[in-house]
């Protein structure tokens, strides 16, 4: 194993209660960049609804935007241990930005179609796999490793808040606006960020001692995760979970917009529904760090697992906004504390010199399912009807609480003093 070390301007902030300026200046520019996302995730699924209505086709835009992370997530990682992090970050942006603006160009001369959104949407999921590997594996570098917990609650809540909270509603307006401005917008939104995130000064390269390959990179990467019974563990749940959930909300467009929809919702009207599972996830990634320290980090994790199946199911037994809403705001408190948790965690355990491709690993684990998830609910709600998603991603996150009593307190306690630096 090649012995390395990170370097940045300065040491990362140990303080009690401070963060230090470059991490807020990174919280910027990645608010900025989720607010992107966050408005880009509404509006495929909206604008591809003016090219057909086949279940099938909307889940290939999904498949398409994040079947990167099975095919690239590898590589990203290696790259995010051998490249300088920031500037791995500005280049995913500005590409997705300019990808964007020619999406809004070519649609505003009347040149869309399905495959078009399908295309544009694979060159985004691509870079957005080099981004998310490093901007996670950037965030030890800025502050110190007793410090994640509050760095990532605090981050969290920024991007959750753009993301799910702002994003939504204000991506189905401007679908209703018109389709080459929901693209142009998040295009100008990852060019901001851009700016903001020039400004955080330092080299985030980890510097080797001796060359390696690509190949031994990526090999040893797996090796760790496949040999850390923890982490391998928390991957595969979050695999099942990103199965079940990507599986229901592919669909979940056809089941809440338009008067023959089972709610009979308007595009801006489902926007603004979506903001129930960013309001929940604000909350839940700002009461993380306390909520496990009270109930301890297993049984914190159990009450996501639970929190879950109410968020994926609810539209298998009622259509009535407020009840749906309610559900997936718990769902939403759910996702950002077992987020804040697991991350935490995984920075504490991996070394600096391996996060990038233990990340990338990671996510090949659990971000690999989302691909499959799009299909899966495509198909089956294509033969199967809708009610049929939902009800049986509800059945799955249900295993996921059975399955986290094999994760206690002392075992997660276990893994992270017993992790080498």
């Known amino acids: 194993m090649t012995e ?27 608010g900025l ?18 090219f057909t209505d086949s279940p099938t086709l909307i889940a290939g835009v999904v498949f398409a935007l994040t079947v990167p992370w099975l095919l690239f997530s590898l590589p990203a990682g290696a ?58 594996s950037i965030l030890p570098q800025l502050v110190g490793r007793d410090q994640l917990s509050r760095a990532n609650g605090r981050l969290y809540a920024a991007e959750l808040t753009a993301h799910q909270f702002a994003g939504p509603p204000l991506g189905g307006l401007l679908v209703a606006l018109g389709a080459a401005a929901a693209f142009a917008a998040p295009a100008a939104l990852w060019l901001v ?24 990179d990526i090999a040893e990467g797996l090796r760790f995760l496949w040999r850390h019974r923890v982490l391998r563990t928390l ?58 320290r009270f109930l301890g980090r297993a049984w914190s994790l159990r009450a996501c697992a639970l929190a879950f199946t ?59 399912t989302i691909p499959l998830g799009a299909v899966a609910g495509g198909l089956v709600a294509q033969f199967f009807g809708l009610t049929a998603v939902f009800a049986g991603t509800a059945v799955l996150t249900l295993a996921l609480f059975l399955w986290q009593f094999a994760l206690g307190d002392a075992v997660l306690d276990s893994a992270e003093g017993g992790a080498g630096r």
Not at 35 to 44: F, Q, S, W, Y
Not at 108 to 128: K, M, N, P, R
């Open 193 to 216: 960020a851009v700016g903001a995130l020039l400004l955080v000064r330092g080299r985030f390269r980890i510097e080797r001692a001796a060359p390696t390959t690509m190949r031994t």
């Open 33 to 50: 960049s989720n607010l992107a996302d966050g408005v880009l995730k509404i509006a495929l699924p909206l604008v591809a609804l003016r």
């Open 79 to 136: 790259l995010a241990d051998r490249c300088d992090r920031r500037r791995l970050m500005v280049g995913a942006n500005v590409a997705r930005g300019l990808l964007l603006a020619g999406l809004a160009a070519a649609l505003a001369l009347d040149l869309g179609s399905i495959w078009l959104l399908c295309a544009v949407a694979l060159c985004i999921g691509t870079a957005e796999t080099l981004y998310d590997t490093s901007a996670q």
């Open 235 to 292: 991957a595969a749940m979050v695999g099942l979970s990103n199965f079940a959930s990507n599986a229901a909300f592919t669909v979940l467009v056809l089941f809440a917009v338009g008067p023959a929809s089972p709610m009979g919702l308007s595009e801006p009207a489902y926007g603004l529904l979506l903001t129930a599972t960013a309001a929940g996830s604000v909350l839940g990634a700002l009461a993380a760090e306390p909520i496990g």
């Open 310 to 368: 109410a968020f994926v199911g609810v539209p298998a037994l009622t259509a009535d906004p407020l009840a749906v809403g309610a559900c997936f705001f718990v769902g939403g408190v759910g996702i950002s504390v077992w987020n804040v948790i697991t991350v935490s965690l995984r920075q504490r355990i991996t070394p600096d010199h391996l996060l990038g491709r233990l990340n990338s690993a990671y996510r090949l684990l659990a971000w690999g």
């Open 4 to 30: 390395t070390t990170p370097r940045s301007d300065g040491p990362p902030t140990t303080g009690a209660n401070r963060l230090g300026p470059r991490f807020w200046t990174l919280w910027t520019s990645s």
